[in-house]
Each structure stands twice: as C-alpha cells, then as structure tokens.
C-alpha cells in the first residue's frame, strides 16, 4: 500500500473519547439491531465467537492484510453484495477486500494460485462464506487468518450457520453490515481490537 493510503489506516487519536473495547461495542451494536426489529438474538448468544473473528480480522486489515472474497455457489449473490457496498463510503478510505475468481481443479493448480498469490500480495487471506465443498472453501479453511463463514460444519476459527435456517439470507446480511460497521469503527479509531 503506499505511504499516503497507510497513513489513512492509522486510527486518529480520539482526545474526547476513551476507545471503546470491541467487546462491549459489539454486544451494544447487537442490541440496538435487535431493538431496531432486526431480530439479532441469535447473534448476541454467538457474540464471543463472532468477536474474536471479527477483531482478529479486523487487525489483519489495519496491519495491511488483503482479503479475497470467495464463496460456494449459492452464495455468489452475497459475494456480490460485499464487494458492490464495502468500498462506497464516502468518509472512510478503501479497504483492501476484493474479488478473487480463480478456481482451482486440481492440487497442482491449487498450488500454482497460491505462488501466484504470495507474488501478487504482500499478505493477503481469504473471506469464505459458504459450505465446504469446493475447492475454493479448502483453499480458504487451508490458509492462516482467513475470515470463515462456514455452513452446515464447526470448524474453530470459523463462524457456522445453519444452510436450512429460513432466515439465513437475512442473516449473512445482517453480519455483514455488523461487520461493516465494525471496520468503520475501527478504522476512525471508535473500538480497541482484542490483542
């Protein structure tokens, strides 16, 4: 990233404000979702889960990490949504979370697209929302510090859902737009990330 970007990433010093700990500033922004009817107690009960990834991720982002988002087929739509909202901010600089459309068919092939990978980014990890039966979710579960979303599975760093719950649609947008928030949080230096 250059020198003038990098400088954008370092969170201001809030003089009036004491930074809020992320824990607490997502178990509020949980309720308010919850009291606006956006029914997220569900999130509140996975909430120490869904921090610890959501700060572990978040501090791979500040610390110049690239995240390529990938997903199952189903969930092509939601891939869609992420990468048409998460750099249209107007007050806050871009992210580096982007689209990544390589498939591998083989071992070798994956291989080659990892090598191609560690040319092509400083550091970089995967976004996976979805089941893992593909190539692209063992690429993702396979590479350290990647952003899990896995469904139907409990994997320990991952978030899982359940592939029938009715809402499930509903409920991938509703982390994401927690997990937007939480970056915009982060970025203008609002929330201290668990070390």
């Given at each position: 990233m250059p020198k003038k970007q990098l400088e954008l990433f370092t969170p201001p010093i809030n003089s009036t404000n004491k930074m809020e700990k992320i824990s607490d500033w997502m178990l509020k922004t949980i309720?308010?979702?919850?009291?606006?009817?956006?029914?997220?107690?569900?999130?509140?009960e996975e909430r120490f889960k869904w921090t610890k990834l959501?700060?572990?991720?978040?501090?791979?982002?500040?610390?110049?990490?690239s995240f390529l988002v990938v997903c199952d087929s189903q969930r092509e739509w939601f891939k869609?949504?992420?990468?048409?909202h998460i750099n249209h901010h107007k007050n806050r600089p871009f992210v580096p979370i982007l689209d990544f459309t390589l498939l591998p068919k083989d071992s070798q092939e994956t291989q080659?697209?990892?090598?191609?990978?560690?040319?092509?980014y400083k550091d970089y990890a995967f976004f996976y929302i979805g089941k893992r039966n593909n190539a692209l979710a063992e690429l993702a579960i396979g590479h350290e510090n990647s952003f899990l979303w896995i469904l139907d599975e409990s994997l320990q760093d991952a978030f899982c859902l359940n592939s029938t719950h009715p809402?499930?649609?509903f409920r991938l947008?509703?982390?994401?737009?927690?997990?937007?928030?939480?970056?915009?949080?982060c970025i203008?230096?609002?929330i201290e990330l668990e070390s």
């Open positions: 309720r308010e979702e919850n009291n606006h009817g956006f029914l997220s107690g569900w999130l509140e959501v700060s572990n991720t978040l501090t791979r982002i500040m610390q110049e990490t869609s949504y992420i990468l048409s080659n697209i990892k090598d191609m990978l560690d040319i092509a809402m499930l649609d947008l509703q982390l994401y737009k927690i997990f937007d928030l939480a970056l915009s949080a203008f230096g609002k």
